[in-house]
């Protein structure tokens, strides 16, 4: 007998005495569906039965205005100990009532390899109308966590959406990169240093808004290279910062370096500008984070 075989016949006879451990090449066996619901006992706080965390609302950013009819809804997908072994779906629901009581859309939308969660209003919405929105994941009969709930309002009759593409200050703004390439990151760190002033940073004692201080740096920044804007801090929510919905990052700019519109993008570099943000003394910086977490591109509501 070889030794090949001999380790063989060890693992099989592991197997036949541990019939609940799966054991075949080596390899993990797929989790049963079973395996993410959880029971009576182990229920969420909010009473949902399937052992995931809530989805990361991404976009339309909170309180977002002139989105387009047919709007469309991303966020990051839950996350838990088994979720990578089975496939979740993703239930959207839009509104214009805060306890959803009347649904505007009720549907289950797409999720790609990077957790990102997209759904695509349909039918159209009205115009010039605030309405709110969740997600949460579900499998078979169980159903987890729902997210935050973001807000935003229609665009008017004859006005324009906020993803039309294009500069969006006086600044210029590069061309749009060929396919399968982006563009490198600008050196502005001596822009920055104009700004060594930071103590307006954080006047309301919340890192995940836009500041007085980070709003004069990136408009400098704009004069530029209209690419610029700020970092949605998809990472983050309302109860990192207070019960305040982010708006974005107070200490952190994002450069949109791929084709199409700027709002809303998710190829951005980004690039952490402030050390001891919302501190007692906060430092200017120019640490580059691009790749490190998910980031996506706003105007903050300003342009």
Known sequence: MTYRMQLQGAALAVCAAMVATACESGMRSPAAPSAVKGTAASLNADGSNLKVSEPIPLVPLFEATNVAVSAALAAIGSTGRNVTDVALAYRFQVSTSESFDVLAAND???????????????????????????????????????????????????????????????????????????????????????????????????????????????????????????????????????????????????????????QGSFDVHLVDILIGHCGSSPSLSWRVFTGEEPGIWTGAGRF
């Open 108 to 262: 289950i939308g797409s999720v790609d390899a990077s957790n990102i969660v997209r759904f695509t209003v349909d039918p159209e919405l009205q115009q010039n109308t605030r309405y709110v929105w969740r997600v949460r994941a579900e499998l078979q009969d169980a159903v987890g966590p729902w997210s935050e709930v973001f807000a935003f309002t229609t665009v008017r009759p004859g006005g324009s959406t906020s993803t039309t593409p294009g500069p969006t200050s006086s600044g210029p703004r590069p061309a749009d990169p060929p396919p399968g390439q982006i563009l490198p990151l600008p050196d502005m760190q001596g822009v920055l240093a104009r700004f060594s002033d930071a103590s307006d940073s954080c006047p309301r004692g919340l890192k995940y808004v836009n500041n007085p201080w980070q709003d004069r740096v990136i408009d400098a920044f704009r004069q530029i290279d209209s690419r610029w804007g700020y970092n949605a801090k998809p990472t983050r929510g309302a109860s990192d910062n207070d019960g305040v919905p982010v708006t974005a990052a107070g200490d952190e700019a994002a450069y949109h370096y791929g084709a199409g519109p700027d």
